[in-house]
């Protein structure tokens, strides 16, 4: 009898849970709305029974093992040999970097001049015209720490010596396409400057000291300041230490790191990278369930910020789907989450960019990005910069990271018919190899492939 009325609790729990899914403003209605419910159905069933393997948080023990050894070696402790500074420098270079943090993040470790055997300047950091986001270099990355680092690889000036100066701000137009012909300042005397996107170079047989410096750069000497780091190391400790239910939270908590949470378990955590904005849904051409007003709303947009038709626009949404193209919905990445395994008491960092910094979208995802290198687990709901910046950056340190299986889950929200243990099935099968394994890049193959 009582076993009944917790049945009858938990339906009317089921439904309550759906009427505040489907009736959140301005919402679409659910497109895979048998899967959404036999989701909920079985999350309300498995809080009364719970299974052998489930842990004491209610999550899989497995699912939260750490990478084991895979018995490689991070390139930087594998290389004896010392670098050495060029006798003498050719000049001064300066990188210019458009896109958002992680784009540019990409632009700088690069490391153009050692290539060039030329003095680097601090890099100029472009306003992005998406986020219209003003920081400098030095507002993201510790400076002092970035030349320190690499002392001993690359000559590094923060600034032009006085007696040098740009006379001009037209691009230079040798090796540069038309369409990035803008603002940049015209080469100079004993300067060059870099276009953003013109630093992307083949990095196919280049000698063994580059790939490791590029390595270097981005792993050791790209250091977020410290007033991100503090705010990340908040976060995280808020998330491994989370108050009671009895406990109050003060106004200040993110700043509240004492150890008055000492004898406590920490808490395991799931950063996720949602990416679905309109500058994302606009650039794939896919279909999101908003019927004709989002059609023309994404049209409007990708004629105002590119003025012609994006590249996948020629393809259906049905092929873009299956070919993995379109980035998971919220309700889709939160369907992938649940077969993964992943239940209402994960704790999750969306990380989403989102604060009270308005114009300081790249600090804010800085903040993102540091809360995210230290996730026991890190996904993201389809390849993106920030996706290909942190895949990378974990892999380096061992770290767990789930790649979405973008054609697999395209074809499986295409059908229709498809049952919940189905589902959960081909998933787990589909992402056996794709928790932050190493994978061997192919000859030619471009570093910020998709994970598709």
Not at 264 to 276: A, G, R, S, T
């Amino acid at each position: 009898m009582e076993m009944r009325k917790w049945e009858l609790r938990g339906k009317k729990s089921i439904n309550c849970a759906l009427r505040c899914v489907l009736q959140e403003w301005n919402a679409p209605k659910p497109r895979h709305l048998s899967l959404l419910r036999s989701a909920l159905e079985r999350e309300c069933e498995l809080m009364f029974v719970k299974p052998a393997s489930v842990t004491t948080n209610g999550q899989q023990s497995d699912l939260w093992a750490p990478l084991a050894d895979q018995g490689w070696k991070p390139f930087l402790e594998s290389i004896n040999a010392t670098s050495s500074l060029p006798q003498k420098s050719k000049g001064y270079l300066q990188v210019f970097l458009d896109g958002g943090l992680n784009q540019q993040r990409m632009g700088i470790y690069d490391a153009v001049a050692k290539i060039l055997n030329a003095t680097l300047v601090i890099p100029h950091l472009e306003v992005n015209p998406v986020w219209q986001d003003s920081s400098s270099f030095m507002d993201i990355f510790d400076v002092d720490h970035f030349i320190n680092v690499l002392k001993d690889d690359i000559s590094i000036v923060k600034e032009l010596p006085d007696e040098i100066i740009w006379n001009t701000r037209e691009y230079y137009a040798t090796a540069v396409r038309a369409t990035r012909i803008k603002r940049a300042p015209v080469h100079a005397s004993e300067i060059a400057a870099i276009s953003p996107f013109s630093h992307r170079l083949s990095f196919d047989n280049l000698p063994s000291e580059i790939q490791k410096l590029r390595c270097k750069v981005n792993f050791k000497a790209l250091m977020f300041v410290p007033r991100i780091r503090a705010l990340g190391d908040a976060i995280v400790h808020r998330l491994r230490y989370p108050p009671g239910e009895s406990e109050a939270v003060s106004i200040n908590y993110l700043e509240e790191t004492t150890d008055q949470y000492g004898k406590k378990e920490p808490q395991k955590f799931v950063v996720l990278n949602l990416w679905f904005d309109k500058d994302m849904a606009a650039h794939s051409t896919c279909d999101f369930g908003g019927g004709k007003a989002e059609k023309l709303a994404l049209t409007k947009y990708q004629q105002t910020m590119w003025g012609r038709r994006v590249l996948n626009s020629q393809f259906t949404d049905e092929e873009l789907r299956s070919q993995g193209r379109c980035p998971l919905t919220p309700e889709e990445i939160g369907l992938l989450l649940a077969a993964l395994g992943f239940d209402n008491s994960t704790l999750l960092y969306l990380a989403s960019h989102k604060g009270s910094y308005k114009g300081r979208a790249s600090l804010l995802a800085a903040v993102d990005y540091y809360v995210a290198m230290h996730s026991d687990i890190f996904v993201s709901a389809s390849p993106g910069n920030m996706h290909n910046a942190l895949v990378g950056h974990r892999t380096f340190e061992n770290r767990k990271t789930i790649r979405p299986n973008m054609s697999l889950l395209g074809q499986l929200f295409l059908n229709k018919n498809i049952t919940l243990s189905e589902f959960r099935q081909a998933v787990a099968e589909g992402h056996q190899t794709r928790l932050g394994q190493l994978r061997l890049r192919k000859p030619k193959q471009p570093l910020s492939i998709s994970s598709a």
